[in-house]
């Protein structure tokens, strides 16, 4: 493993966005696991340091947070039967291939998925695993070793689905699991697996799928054991006008109405996609502080809408970024989102009110309230070192002036250098440990195998 640093200046950086208002020109001392001091301008570490890092090529922000997943999803990029689909026959069509997912196949996918995020600048992810086909049963298990390896943080949130299409539901009947059976394992999970406190790595959140594919008896028990374990609720909620039908149709409430009767409407509850909100949801959403996944790239590919972010956050419901599975974008590279959400919000906002720093801000510091993390987002003395520094050598950036502008509007899309947690995890572009060129190999041999048995 990588050594930790004990006192690292990162020294005077080309560019750098702290998500707070203090001149951190100088750059930042990283005192093990934390941020130790913002050092100004012109100026040097108030006390002395072992090492020093030349960051005069880099521009350097807090580690980049993904609130939403589907880790599995990386074996069904842009497969030819739903790529020009919308939400409810993408899912139709997909359900049946997924049902065939084995351990081998999660594990591969998740370690892709997290090492493709880990090289665009991301620190810490959430993946909302909602499929546990008869051998699967140990789908967060999995995981949680495939995030280990890789050092970077994670909440693996246990979903589920319990309402078939036998009951009026959208999912085959293959994919659905009992109550009883989903409610236990959630608990062992968080039993097992969930760390508390400051600086945790791995924290377990309980997800139910959303409306179409849960009954109202497993979200109604999930909020409760939610609450009891204290851990995080996350959902799909609000994606799609077929979804408001589908509500309307099975429940005779509109989402936001469904989602209180159920006893999810809190500051406990972050909710993927959140687009189809009038003007009174906006307001309870705020009131409730719960948070909302912003996930641009999906909602273009998916033709879902436009979320309300500047009205959700001004209501007090935080807005972080979520790059959703990667059968619905099809890529997981979180620096690449944060210019996807720059500038589908200045389609619903203009120009002036959607900056890049805003746009980051939902990535770092708004992504971190959604998991309940006030470790991690900003770049501040006491934070967790978790940073992400890319360098602008490349022709796409060449002729540039500002450069955290230039980060997103030219289009960076891998990091040089990624830290969790004080250690470095990639340093010159390359993952510590990991060999990516045989993971291609295994986890696209992995693709075809999936969809050969669907086939078969
Ligand atoms: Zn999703």
Redesign the pocket.
Known sequence: MPQSTARLWIKNPLGIFTGTDADAAGGIVIEGSRVSELVPAGGAPATPVDQVFDASRHVLIPGLINT???FYQTLTRAWTPVVSAELFPWLKGLYGVWAGLTPRDLELATTAALAELLLSGCTTAAD?HYLFPNGLEDGIDVQVGAVRQLGMRATLTRGSMSLGENDGGLPPQSTVQEADVILADSERLVGAYHERGEGAFVQIGLAPCSPFSVTTGVMRDTAALAERLDVRLHT?LAETLDEEDFCREAFGLRTVDYLESVGWLSDRTWL??GIHFDDAEIARLGAAGTSVSH?AT?NMRLASGIARTLELEQAGAPVGL?V??SA?NDGSNMIQEVRQALYLQRLRYGAAAVTPERALGWATAGSAKALGRSDLGTLAPGMQADLAMFTLDELRFSGSHDPIAALLLCGAERADRVMVGGTWRVADGQIEGLDVAQLIAHHSEAARGLLSRHRA
Do not use: E, K
Request: aromatic share 0%; glycine share 16%; proline share 0%.
């Open positions: 939403h997943h589907h909302h799909h993927a996609h996930c999906s979520g959703d599975g619905s």
